[in-house]
């Protein structure tokens, strides 16, 4: 029985999106009883189709982060096509540069990426370049992601010949943050300061530990597995953001709006978020609700609930603005308490901090 056979025989389903190793989907979908495995395929070869399923337009279209958000991507299709299947779903990436009429200038490789609601997996799939033909590079990794995915899936035992470069696995106190049900994990008391910390650096800390003081109480980090405007994390990612914090005093969740976590964490006793000016802006913004009055309503709601904002100062350009500089609305303004930029002052930023990063790769 072949790889492909033991994964048809199996009870799991799921959406498959290759960029890449396409022979997979034609493997799978000959088959007699192809469709109770594979839900739906797609195959994004030109960059807009890619960047139609992953919301945004990736750094690199042959990388093992986007083969996991294509990994991730199919997974929620999946979801979408069976909700009603508790654990057997999974979603598959796979993203290549291989041979073509005009010679790369990068080596030839691929990555193959397994999503399922309690593991994240991915492949790094080298070729040496020159010695095989498109065909056979396409059929040598169709070969293996059939084997990565049975061995993932826990079909088969045995290993496939390349290792995983990446993997991460929690139970289901962390797994069910991918349900749609508004859920956390940790312990958030009532003082958060929310970020996707990529990185988490010194002024994330020094903010926190700003805060406590002035609060007089424990603030913990809190990070959303979804977001508004960015992708979905996977497990990799929860694992490497989390191991950052070096303290239990960190919160997950499944809610990327305010109101919605204001809802989930603060319920019953109210709460503070610990904030920039650059996320009190969003918050104010009606570009992030369905409208002006969703806005004034979510605000509204915000301070029945009694949530409250402590304000750190940002840099924007070449000016350092503080809760004083913006123009908010007056009900948004009343929940506010600003820092002076002389009791506590920041510039760094994630975003600078990744772009130093790629600049010296």
Known sequence: ???????LDSPWRGVIYAAGGSLLLSDL????????????????????????????EPDSYCSSLTTRRLAMQALLHARELVPDSEHYVFGVGITAALRSVQPKRGAHRAYVALQ??????????????????RSQEERKLADFAVHFLTYGLEIESSSPAIEPSGS????????????????FHGDPGTAVLPGAFNPLHDGHRRMQKFAEERLNQRVAFELSVRNVDKPNLDFIDIDERIKQ??????????????????RLLFKDAGGTFVVGTDTISRIDHERYYESKEDRDNAINELKVLGVRFLVFGRRDGSKFLTLDDLKLGTDLRNL???????????????TELRRQRKEHV
């Open 1 to 7: 029985m072949t790889a492909a056979d033991r994964l």
């Open 29 to 56: 979908a000959t088959q007699p009883r192809a469709s109770s495995t594979l839900l739906a395929a797609n195959v994004p070869y030109h960059n807009q189709a890619m960047i139609d399923l992953l919301g945004y």
């Open 116 to 133: 399922t609601l309690n593991k994240t997996v991915v492949w790094h799939v080298p070729f040496e370049k020159g010695v095989l033909t």
């Open 168 to 183: 991460a696995v929690y139970e289901t106190s962390v797994s069910r943050l991918l349900d749609d049900t508004p859920t």
């Open 245 to 262: 914090f070096n303290t239990d005093a960190f919160v997950l969740t499944n809610q990327p709006k305010f109101i919605d976590k204001a």
């Open 336 to 350: 506010c308490d600003g820092v002076a930029a002389s009791d506590f002052r920041c510039d760094v930023s994630s």
